[in-house]
């Protein structure tokens, strides 16, 4: 390593970028087995959703509501951009209740758990300055009931469901913007840490006996 290098902020950040995650971690060709099962879909089915909502809502974004109202082709993209939010958040659902009841913390995978819990939080107020931004009449219900609560509980001086430009703004680049760099951390801790085995198998290997030295190795270790 030469004496610049070591002095170049780029080339200490790289060194840390590779410690932390190596490529072979980042980018791995070789899965273990138990990933096959069940269990281990709802997380990419989810990933796999949000991709939809990401593409169908900037198209959505950038044509406006007189487009997904009055428009076969904007409704068509509007109801892709609905029943993509809905499975997104089935699929989570049960994600997190696997991942709960499987203790997925366990190994050192507690940040693993935490992104992927508080991603399911901020997903929340994401959807509901959605149903407020529709512009029309299911989205003034809802905005107003929501708007009750929210005084209710004495933060509705700072979020007026009832202000489309302020709804709209959150749902369309504040909240997104949020789950999104959440789900990347969340997916780059997964890659760091591994995929949590099930009980069975590290149960097994906690039993295993640790193997003993060989004579051969013995000889080979004791000093001359």
Known sequence: MSVAEDRSWTGRLRRRAVGALPPEKLLPDKQPSYVSSWIYVFG???????????????????????????????????????????????????????????????GGRARVWITGAVTFLVAIPCALTGYVSQQNFDAQWISTQAKDAMNSAGIGAFFNLLNFGQMYSYHVLLLPSAVVAIVVAHILLVRKHGVVPPFELQATAAKAPEPTATAESVEQETPA
């Open 44 to 106: 990419v089915l989810s990933l796999s959703c949000l991709a939809v909502i990401i593409g169908s809502g900037t198209i959505l974004a950038l044509k406006g509501p007189g487009w997904w109202h009055f428009t076969g082709v904007g409704h068509f993209f509007n109801s892709i951009h609905l029943w993509s939010v809905e499975l997104f958040f089935f699929f989570m659902v049960v994600h997190l209740w696997g991942k709960y009841w499987m203790a997925a913390w366990r």
